[in-house]
């Protein structure tokens, strides 16, 4: 009986975790917005935990500074209240609970002349297999170890979403970085080389002017 129940256990934590694999992960975007840009996403189950992250990959600007770069973010709910409102953050890593079920709004806001590329990601977390199974004093904490892999699993993800678009943004900041550099590193040249042009001309126009007054 004992060997059966345990093939049975076994079973079961394979299907689960299957069905893991199978599950739809977070939705992750990335997108350019000129003034405002506005995306919804569906809550299925009151109580789930809504998680959000943005970042600003970049700016289309050759001159634009390290310090731009950023966008408002207003979060609204099924009946149009206002959960979340943040103001230029270049990025952002946020959460909450949904107390209705139902379509939320996040819209985004670029008050700056310049088109931004925002990298947008959005998880909701439900976890409800021992609610929706049955109570057994063997099968419960089987479907609840589940559930915490399974929220370990989405975070995780969650978390590299971040990481991957925060790495995206650093690079593209340091080869804006590089390039102004250079092109710095050009004018200062190009304005060392006019001076010295002008330099040796005005020496050469001093140096006849005295010639001359010497032969007269």
């Known amino acids: 009986m004992e060997e059966k129940w345990g093939i049975k256990k076994m079973v079961m934590c394979i299907l689960m975790l299957w069905s893991i694999n199978l599950l739809k992960g977070a939705n992750g975007l ?3 917005i000129d003034r405002e840009e506005c995306f919804s996403h569906k809550v299925e189950y009151e109580g789930d935990t809504v998680h959000f992250s943005f970042v ?3 700016v289309d600007s050759a001159w634009h500074s390290e310090n731009e770069g950023v966008v408002d973010l207003v979060v609204k709910g099924p009946d149009g209240e206002q959960l979340h409102d943040t103001r ?3 990025s952002e890593k946020f959460e909450f609970i949904a107390h209705k079920k139902g379509i939320y709004h996040f819209c985004f806001g670029n008050r700056s002349p310049y088109h931004e590329t925002i990298d947008f990601d959005v998880l909701v977390g439900h976890y409800g297999y021992v609610d929706h199974h049955a109570k057994d004093e063997h099968v419960s904490p089987l479907y609840e170890q589940i559930a915490k892999l399974e929220e370990a699993l989405y ?3 969650f978390e590299q979403h971040w990481l991957e678009a925060e790495t995206d943004r650093q690079a593209i900041i340091n080869e804006g970085m590089s390039q102004r550099a250079i092109h710095k590193a050009f004018f200062e040249s190009a304005a060392l080389i006019g001076a010295s042009v002008l330099q040796v001309y005005l020496l050469k126009r001093l ?3 005295k010639l001359g ?3 007269v």
């Open 30 to 32: 990335r997108f350019v």
């Open 56 to 58: 600003v990959i970049k």
């Open 88 to 90: 230029e953050k270049s």
């Open 155 to 157: 975070n995780i993800q």
């Open 207 to 209: 140096f006849e002017r």
């Open 213 to 215: 007054t010497s032969r």
